[in-house]
């Protein structure tokens, strides 16, 4: 049984709801998931016991919210270098977050992303079967790239 970490940031509750199902389809494949708001994850030394690491945030002004990026510096050198990732967040119309998130953990922090790309998810999708069974598919995915 392989751990993944999932760590997000969430306004309204979307992001949140993404990441509670992509902790499903983790646990659906016989994984063991973390799912908590990135501000409760203060320790980054903790990442090292995790065998992939998936970081959600919404768009907000075509950008990620500014303590994910304050949190991004301070992971640059926690070791997540060859774990299994993936990035995802919900938006409106246009959903850079996401997007931002996996080119940062592919290019900086060399992690392995998913080829699939990030998921960038409509808010209007979230909360309908689709949208669960699309978060679902994707923790599954992450978990199939950390060999699990
Ligand atoms: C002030 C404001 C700015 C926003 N800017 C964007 C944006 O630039 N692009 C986008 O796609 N969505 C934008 N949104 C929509 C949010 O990304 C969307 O409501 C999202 O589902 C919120 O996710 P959360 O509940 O996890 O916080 C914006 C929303 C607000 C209130």
Known sequence: MKKFLILYISRTGKTKQMAQWIAEGIRFAGHQADAMPLPKFKDVSA???YDGVLLGSPTYHKDMLPAFKNWLFKAQRAGLEGK???AFGSHTHSGEAPVILHET????FKMNMLDLGPLKMEERVVDT????????QFGKSVAE???A
Do not use: F, N, W
């Open 145 to 147: 790239r950390a060999g």
């Open 105 to 108: 953990m592919e290019h900086v």
């Open 47 to 49: 990442l090292a016991g």
């Open 129 to 136: 079967d689709d949208g669960m069974r699309a978060c679902q």
């Open 84 to 86: 299994a990732g993936g």
